[in-house]
């Protein structure tokens, strides 16, 4: 997210730059930034890049900007010679998306009708085609209260159908331009010469080529590309408070004091241009022998995009903070839910159902008609889903390395405050402390405590040094057992180097999956027959007899 963020500051002053006058020839994003952002939302992104770019997206969309900033921005996006490539093409569709989950109509009806050139430059560029296609049918397509949009655009449509016939590379791009045909004549009815037009021109361009657009898949885009977008699509990505909410009642019990009945209270904190993530976390407290846990929000605070467009180099990194709630879970070790039998609860006195009569609780049969009594009904008890105390607020603080958090707790008329330390994860170890643990021991052999070590800081990427093995009668033995998870080296020549205690011992990876083992300095190595699967965990045994052995 840091480095994201680097690049979003990056990239909003570089269009800022292109945004002033004589800017068309001025150099306003560096080669190593363009990868970045087709990396981060190129055609080859992965699932959580292309997450995080969206998330970029609509805080662009939904930060409190003048309108004409905002298109200022996007038009810098599609049309300066710097800021080519089909990753900044992406982001500026991401944007859009995010203005109707923002509800700006506003700013998507300028959008629609100023932009809509550029994007239709970008269509005409191979390397931006594919993903320009995409941006130009939606907001062609989303347009959908006016006909204005749809008869303007029909000469770039019958352009559009002459390219993508002429080049065969472009035959998979034909149906996505038919089905954006169709949806555009089932929307704006009554305009036949604009539809009898894009018939025969793509008659003429594809003919019997291409298969038919159904009437499904253009109702399918038009419900797609439509502003208003259905609700729960909304809440996944930014939180609103529109609907209906139900405020519990907090009934005080018979002990009480007499406090008010309805305490149900919302508070709605607002705040604007922040990135967040949704935290849950556990804290355990050995001492007091108890479990908290933690649910809520983690975010930083970002200036004004005025700011950030005007003078990006005057921001400054705001410190992250955390807000939630916190309880005390009782029963850690327990069921998520507790099933209760269902028990049959007989009743005092019975109804007979025959004459109404009223008899004893002990009367297997009515006193006055002799009807049999009713079968006793299983009444089944409130399960509990709560394993914890009732949830209280929190906020917490960081220190500007991260590494130090001050929570600020309470409950009720209760407060205080929690102090935590970042838990340092060991990037090198010794292997003397194992030595010289061994040789305190007074016996032939002992399993030693395993140590957890991330080479690369990385806690994706962990080693173990589990059992380290010490002989001390007169053959020593020394064996170290590894688990790994090994990864490919960026460099394909270039051998990792995954267990070191200086020149003494080293365990080295190939690039072509081998693993090395050296000792004192190189003067005895011995290489694994098979190699290691990369991306997989592995385990491994060293054994060292007088002699140097991989098993």
């Known amino acids: 997210m840091e480095a994201a963020s680097q690049q979003l500051r990056a990239l909003l002053g570089a269009c800022a730059a292109a945004s002033s006058q004589d800017a068309d020839e001025v150099q306003v994003l560096t080669p190593e930034q363009l990868q970045f952002w087709d990396a981060l939302c190129g055609p080859a992104a992965s699932s959580e890049s292309l997450a995080l770019a969206a998330d970029l997206a609509l805080l662009l969309a939904s930060t409190?900007?003048?309108?004409?900033?905002?298109?200022?921005?996007?038009?810098?996006?599609?049309?300066?010679?710097?800021?080519?490539?089909?990753?900044?093409?992406?982001?500026?569709?991401?944007?859009?998306?995010?203005?109707?989950?923002?509800?700006?109509?506003?700013?998507?009806?300028?959008?629609?009708?100023?932009?809509?050139?550029?994007?239709?430059?970008?269509?005409?560029?191979?390397?931006?085609?594919?993903?320009?296609?995409?941006?130009?049918?939606?907001?062609?397509?989303?347009?959908?209260?006016?006909?204005?949009?749809?008869a303007r655009s029909v000469p770039q449509l019958v352009e559009l159908a002459e390219i993508f016939s002429g080049e065969d590379e472009n035959r998979q791009l034909m149906h996505p331009l038919l089905v954006a045909c169709a949806a555009l004549e089932h929307c704006h009815r009554g305009y036949e010469a604009e539809a009898m037009t894009l018939r025969r021109a793509l008659r003429a361009s594809f003919g019997a080529r291409v298969d038919r657009p159904t009437a499904a898949e253009a109702e399918r885009l038009l419900r797609s590309s439509a502003w208003v977008l259905p609700a729960e699509t909304l809440d996944d990505m930014l939180p609103s408070v529109e609907g209906k909410w139900v405020v519990d009642e907090f009934v005080s019990d018979q002990l009480g004091s007499g406090a008010p009945q309805n305490a149900g209270s919302v508070l709605l904190k607002?705040?604007?241009?922040?990135?967040?993530?949704?935290?849950?976390?556990?804290?355990?407290?050995?001492?007091?022998?108890?479990?908290?846990?933690?649910?809520?929000?983690?975010?930083?605070q970002m200036p004004e995009m005025q700011v950030l467009l005007a003078h990006p180099e005057t921001m400054e990194a705001s410190p992250w903070e955390l807000e939630g709630h916190w309880r005390q879970l009782h029963d850690e070790t327990g069921p998520a839910t507790t099933t209760v039998p269902m028990a049959p609860i007989a009743a005092p006195t019975w109804d007979c159902r025959a004459c109404t009569m009223n008899n004893e609780g002990s009367a297997t049969k009515c006193t006055t008609c002799g009807t049999e009594r009713p079968a006793d009904v299983n009444v089944p008890a409130?399960?509990?889903?709560?394993?914890?105390?009732?949830?209280?607020?929190?906020?917490?603080?960081?220190?500007?390395?991260?590494?130090?958090?001050?929570?600020?707790?309470?409950?009720?008329?209760?407060q205080g405050v929690w102090l935590a330390r970042k838990q340092i994860v060991e990037r090198e170890f010794d292997l003397a402390v194992s030595l010289a643990a061994a040789n305190d021991v007074m016996m032939d052999s002992t399993d030693l405590p395993a140590f957890v070590f991330s080479p690369e800081g990385n806690p994706a990427s962990i080693l173990v040094l589990e059992r380290p093995v010490l002989s001390t009668s007169d053959r020593t033995e020394f064996t170290?057992?590894?688990?790994?998870?090994?990864?490919?080296?960026?460099?394909?020549?270039?051998?990792?180097?995954?267990?070191?205690?200086?020149?003494?011992?080293?365990?080295?990876?190939?690039?072509?999956?081998?693993?090395?083992?050296?000792?004192?300095?190189?003067?005895y190595t011995v290489t694994s027959r098979d190699a290691v699967q990369f991306d997989q965990a592995c385990w491994m045994r060293l054994g060292h007899l007088h002699r140097a052995c991989l098993c």
Not at 291 to 300: D, I, M, N, P
Not at 390 to 413: C, H, I, Q
């Open 382 to 414: 409130i399960a509990s889903t709560s394993k914890g105390s009732n949830p209280a607020p929190f906020t917490a603080v960081f220190s500007s390395d991260l590494s130090f958090m001050r929570m600020k707790w309470s409950r009720g008329e209760q």
């Open 480 to 523: 170290v057992q590894v688990w790994i998870c090994p990864e490919r080296s960026p460099s394909e020549n270039d051998a990792q180097v995954v267990l070191a205690n200086g020149h003494d011992f080293e365990l080295i990876l190939t690039s072509a999956g081998h693993l090395m083992w050296q000792i004192a300095g190189g003067r």
């Open 64 to 150: 409190n900007v003048a309108v004409h900033k905002l298109l200022a921005l996007l038009r810098a996006l599609l049309l300066h010679p710097s800021l080519h490539c089909a990753g900044l093409v992406r982001l500026a569709h991401l944007t859009f998306k995010g203005l109707k989950r923002a509800k700006r109509w506003d700013a998507l009806s300028a959008a629609s009708t100023q932009l809509l050139d550029a994007i239709y430059a970008k269509v005409l560029l191979p390397d931006t085609r594919e993903r320009a296609l995409r941006f130009y049918v939606e907001v062609l397509v989303g347009f959908q209260h006016s006909a204005e949009l749809y």
């Open 270 to 300: 607002k705040t604007t241009n922040c990135f967040a993530h949704e935290v849950k976390a556990t804290m355990v407290d050995s001492k007091a022998k108890q479990t908290l846990e933690l649910t809520g929000y983690l975010f930083q």
